[in-house]
């Protein structure tokens, strides 16, 4: 391994990687938000509130994984652009291949773990959140705050002034129900209990309260009543067993399996959840490989906005078309080949044009002009409207 290689292998390897972490971060912070006013609000166990973001983490790595080698190879590429490195290793003789074979070999490994973790690790997070989110929705429904408006089941209020340890009997009891707007109801009680009738569905059982409903025309009708039962409209006490897994959460055998049955609906989602699996890694994969020849036509010149602006439109555009084709494949428009690997395919080509290109010194002026252009934007709008008259006589 040659002192070239390690330098730019190691250059590129810590942008993309701080890169990810803070990409990972800022994405998954609203996610740890609405899950910290559970452990806060809510009552859920601190374990758990841990367990929940640990099962998130490895979904938002693979999202995020491909835009992090973006932007840390060009990261790490402008900085060698601005210091005139580059220019060295050229005058040096070094050719943009020796320059893409470190690079080249982050991108794979980056790569390889995307899909290792797609098979493994990213369905059985899917499947553990599944399991954990359910239980939450039991324990949160079960574990009413005393003294507190609680808001858990959406369009139900239910207040309580106190719960017995033993039993789980509640006490003073009022719920505003605005499930349906035109049935408006307000419910009082002297205590209730929660049940589990049927098909794991919930009961409010009330006992000895009254029942409030306005009316059209600004009347009220109350009802008072000895016993009450309150459909809560959730289904607690789910157990792992009892769970049914999504495409997204089938194991590589099961996804097997599940190619194999006799139906054929069944047999494209998981035929088409397998190459998703797959083919969104191999875009970042071309992708990373695209950034190089955008990082080394960075300079003084065109400024870090060229490569970042035109590696950003690319790889909405890639994407993009990764989605359009996911969705036809699913509608059964086109086969799940097509579908997923023509983008992959085309966006193949011109990374392998753009790269002999760049290798022969050649430059591209549209995308030079278009991130020139977008760079711009933010002053051609910022400026006073009394100065795009100056100058006129």
């Known amino acids: 391994m040659t002192k070239l290689f390690r330098y730019i292998f190691s250059e590129c390897a810590i942008a993309s990687v701080l890169v990810l972490f803070v990409l990972t971060f800022l994405i998954l912070l609203p996610r740890m938000l609405v899950l910290l006013d559970l452990w806060v609000n809510k009552g859920v166990a601190v374990s758990v509130f841990i367990d929940m973001i ?150 409010l059982l009330l006992q000895d309260g009254s029942r409030h409903e306005k009316l059209p025309g600004g009347r009220f009708r109350q009802l008072r009543f000895s016993s009450y039962n309150l459909d809560l409209g959730v289904s607690l006490g789910l157990r792992e067993e009892q769970h049914q897994s999504s495409h997204k959460e089938m194991g590589l055998t099961h996804l097997w399996r599940a190619i194999a049955m006799d139906d054929p609906e069944e047999s494209l989602k998981a035929n088409a959840e397998l190459h998703r699996r797959l083919a969104f890694p191999v875009a970042g994969f071309i992708l990373g490989l695209f950034s190089v020849s955008l990082g080394l036509q960075q300079s003084h010149r065109t400024g870090r906005a060229y490569g970042f602006v035109v590696a950003v439109l690319v790889l909405i555009l890639h994407f993009m078309l990764l989605s359009f084709g996911e969705a036809a494949v699913q509608r059964g428009l ?60």
């Open 334 to 393: 086109m086969p799940t080949v097509v579908g997923f690997w023509f983008p992959n395919a085309l966006m193949a080509i011109v990374t392998l044009y753009v790269t002999i290109h760049t290798a022969r010194d050649g430059s591209f002026k549209v995308f030079i002009w278009l991130s020139q252009f977008i760079s711009l934007l933010p002053q051609r709008f910022l400026r006073e409207p009394g100065t795009l008259g100056e100058g006129r006589t």
């Open 54 to 203: 640990l099962w998130l983490i490895p979904q938002f790595i693979v999202a995020v994984a491909p835009m992090a080698l973006l932007i840390g190879i060009l990261l790490a590429l402008g900085r060698l652009a601005q210091d005139s490195e580059t220019v060295v290793l050229k005058a040096s003789g070094v050719s943009l291949y020796q320059i893409l074979f470190p690079i080249a070999t982050l991108v794979s490994l980056f790569t390889i773990l995307n899909i290792v973790l797609n098979m493994t690790l990213v369905p059985a997070s899917f499947h553990r959140f599944a399991i954990l989110r359910s239980a939450l929705l039991s324990s949160n429904t079960l574990a009413l705050k005393p003294q507190t408006f609680n808001q858990t089941i959406s369009g139900l209020t239910i207040y309580i002034h106190e719960r017995s340890e033993i039993g789980g009997i509640l006490h003073g009891i009022l719920i505003h129900d605005e499930r349906k707007p035109d049935e408006i109801v307000t419910l009082t009680a002297r205590s209730g209990q929660l049940l589990i009738q049927g098909a794991q569905n919930s009961i």
